[in-house]
């Protein structure tokens, strides 16, 4: 068996952030709590941008005397303004989510190992969203889109390419064309454009993408900014005018806080300032040594090709080949090292995971060699073993939320798992087979899991709307699932399950499954091999 | 009276998150200069002269180059760095040598600045040199009214003889 560690020690950086989370948790839940869908919000405000920026495409006038004209009378109009206020603060919103996003995937330490590449593309992206939202400004041809254009001309003319040539394309009225209206608006889609294929590239390794938040919170979203579309209107600035240059200037400090930045240092400092953040970001996955834990590993032999292990796993890490041996079976699960996390759904997915095999140690198709399935088996035996006294109740839990081995006590027998999402839902019936009265099953927040999808697995195996799943036989009220991260969530969860176990216990017609043979000589509550 | 309290909560925070965005979006207003300051730019772009006169090759020199490259007089590519300097009522206000631009230094030389000046009446001179010898072979003068908030453009095309005050 591998010796590495199960998983590194929780951060107190996703501490924070679990709290953080949880906090939020409380009014909106799980499925509509923005923190936890920040990705899929920055979806939801690109498609925001797209259908407002159609709308105010077919208004502009793209030339250099008609395009402040052109926008001016579409804000006069209750559409237009509210076009023009949801695309302006969608922008803005985009910028934040982000900004948050990044933030909260760094300190939960997802860049390294296999979680490299959307780190990597995703901060690439930053570039694009800057370029996308500070163009969008100089359409208008307002005193804040030429003091934009005017500073970033100075910016890229700091670059040995341009060579202070950019900026004169600014300084004279004469210079101002409709051919350069047109190269303007053609950034404006151009590059949007491309940001919308970095998001595709962006979730490409990553199977089922959130990229469409819940109704409630995309609705809220939406609501507020088209409220603040109408209580704070989007409006133009005086018309530019090369030959003044304003003192004063309402900045859009969420894309246009470069140019304060700039004129209050230099460009040369800006440059250096950017290109640092870019190396630093980009170069993180390979900063930060976080050990490489090891893969899932196939089993040939017991392997018939079914593919859950393909379709559950939440990464693309495993696929299915042509088989490397002569078994009869269509094909065979193939693990891409380079892709897999380590999580162990890929184990809870498949049909052989089931421990009621009576082989002596057991194989299965695909496992976890940090944690064999094997070995989960005969924790469970042992706990069962021990359990006495009251409601006897076997606790699985997940690695990444409470830790349940603090839960261990006489009548309660902990196992622990790398994800909810290793845990064949047969084991649940083998617990209550052996002796438990009830199961429960703990793992990270709904929507909050380390692996993205162990919540969601678990408790559909377990509901019985996905393979493998929970046999209809083993009685629903012995059987609970609880998803919080919190050590003082999870002792309320547990006790309001022993308080309901206790009750069907006090009911005479209701009785616990009978302790069952489960391999070899046995007496009464105990298993020996 | 939990759901009420956990609705009211959402709209608070969706309410605080609008604000956010709102009040960012165009405050504070940024202070690009003092309210009582006029903007001067300076920029043009000017190909000085060659850093060194044409000479005649020598016969023994031409007969060292291929056929096709014995050309009489040997011009160097590179050119003068170009030396501008502006004064204000009598005061430096800004100086520059800039280097011509390229791998082999023949391109023209480019000058941008921002110079913010307090507003009101000034006399304005410029000066530029651009040939080996250094001397200014260029200069002009104008007296420029600004206004706080007005730009004032010092730009320079030899062709149409010098210095350009546009504003």
């Known amino acids: ?529 | 009276m939990n759901k009420v309290a956990r609705y009211a909560v959402q709209v608070l925070l969706y309410v605080a998150f609008g604000a956010a965005i709102g009040y960012f979006s165009s405050r504070p207003a940024f202070e690009v200069m003092p309210s009582d300051q006029a903007l001067v730019r300076l920029s043009f772009s000017h190909g000085a002269k060659p850093i060194a006169p044409c000479r005649e090759r020598t016969e023994e020199e031409l007969a060292k180059l291929a056929p096709n490259m014995r050309v009489k007089l040997d011009c160097p590519r590179e050119r003068t760095p170009v030396k501008v300097e502006i004064e204000m009522d009598g005061k430096p206000l800004y100086e520059i040598v800039a280097a011509p631009a390229g791998i082999r230094r023949d391109g023209a030389s480019t000058v941008y600045r921002r110079l913010p000046v307090a507003a009101g009446k000034h006399t304005f001179k410029a000066r530029l040199s651009d040939s080996p010898d250094g001397k200014f072979g260029y200069t002009a003068e104008e007296v420029v009214d600004l206004a706080p908030g007005r730009v004032l453009l010092i730009d320079f095309n030899a062709g149409q003889g010098g210095f350009l005050f546009r504003r």
């Not at chain 1, 990044?102 to 959307?118: H, I, M, S, Y």
């Not at chain 1, 950019?166 to 409709?178: H, I, Y």
């Not at chain 1, 830790?403 to 196992?415: I, N």
């Open chain 1, 1 to 529: 068996m591998d010796a590495r560690p199960l998983r590194p020690p929780k951060t107190a950086a996703a501490r924070l952030v679990e709290r953080v989370d949880a906090a939020f948790d409380w009014p909106f839940g799980g499925r509509a709590n923005p923190l936890r869908h920040l990705g899929a919000l920055g979806f939801h405000l690109f498609w925001i941008l797209l259908a407002s920026g159609i709308y105010l495409y077919f208004a502009f006038d793209a030339t250099a005397t008609g395009a402040y004209r052109s926008i001016d009378e579409l804000s006069q109009t209750p559409a237009g303004a509210l076009a023009r206020g949801l695309h302006r603060y969608a922008s803005d919103a985009f910028v934040l989510v982000i900004a948050l996003h990044v933030l909260r995937e760094w300190l939960l330490g997802r860049f390294t190992g296999a979680r490299w590449f959307p780190w990597v593309t995703g901060v690439a992206l930053i570039g694009l969203v800057y370029a996308s939202g500070i163009g969008g400004y100089w359409l208008v041809w307002d005193a804040l889109a030429q003091f934009s254009l005017t500073a970033t001309a100075e910016w890229l003319d700091r670059l040995p390419l341009f060579g202070l040539t950019l900026v004169r394309n600014f300084l004279d009225a004469g210079q101002m064309s409709d051919r350069f209206y047109s190269l303007l608006l053609f950034l404006h889609i151009g590059i949007p454009l491309a940001l919308l294929a970095g998001m595709w590239l962006h979730i490409q390794r990553v199977a089922r993408a959130d990229v469409t938040p819940s109704r409630a919170l995309a609705l809220g979203t939406l609501a507020t900014l088209a409220v603040l579309a109408f209580v704070d209107p989007a409006l133009s600035q005086a018309p530019a005018d090369v030959a003044t240059a304003p003192s004063r200037l309402p900045l859009d400090w969420w894309l246009l806080f470069v140019h304060p930045l700039m004129y209050r240092t230099s460009p040369a400092a800006l440059w250096a300032a950017v290109a640092g953040f870019a190396a630093l970001t980009l170069a993180l996955p390979w900063l930060v040594r976080a050990p490489r834990p090891a893969v899932a590993r196939v089993s040939p032999e017991n392997c018939n090709g079914c593919g859950r292990c393909f379709v559950d796993c939440p990464f693309g890490a495993v696929v299915l080949g042509p088989r490397t041996d002569a078994k009869r079976a269509p094909a065979q699960a193939r693990v891409i090292a380079e892709l897999c996390v380590a999580c162990g759904i890929c184990a809870g997915a498949c049909p052989s995971s089931t421990p009621f095999r009576s082989i002596a140690e057991l194989v299965t198709g695909i496992d976890m060699p940090q944690r064999p399935l094997a070995v989960v088996r005969d924790e469970l035996e042992r706990a069962l073993a021990g359990l006495s006294g009251g409601p006897r109740i076997v606790l699985f839990g997940c690695d990444h939320a409470a830790e349940v081995r603090r839960f261990a006590r006489a009548d309660t027998g902990a196992v622990s798992l790398l994800c909810a999402g290793q845990l064949p839902p047969s084991f649940v019936e083998y617990a209550l087979r052996g002796g438990a009265d009830g199961v429960l099953v703990a793992g990270c927040e709904r929507d909050g899991c380390r692996y993205r999808l162990g919540d969601a697995w678990t408790a559909e195996r377990l509901g019985g709307r996905r393979e493998p799943h929970l046999r209809a036989s083993v009685p629903a009220e012995r059987v609970r699932t609880a998803w919080t991260a919190s050590a003082a969530g999870l002792e309320r969860e547990l006790e309001a399950f022993r308080a309901s176990l206790a009750a069907l216990r006090a009911r005479p017609a209701a009785r616990a499954l009978p302790p069952r043979r489960l391999g070899g000589a046995t007496t009464e509550g105990m298993v020996t091999r």
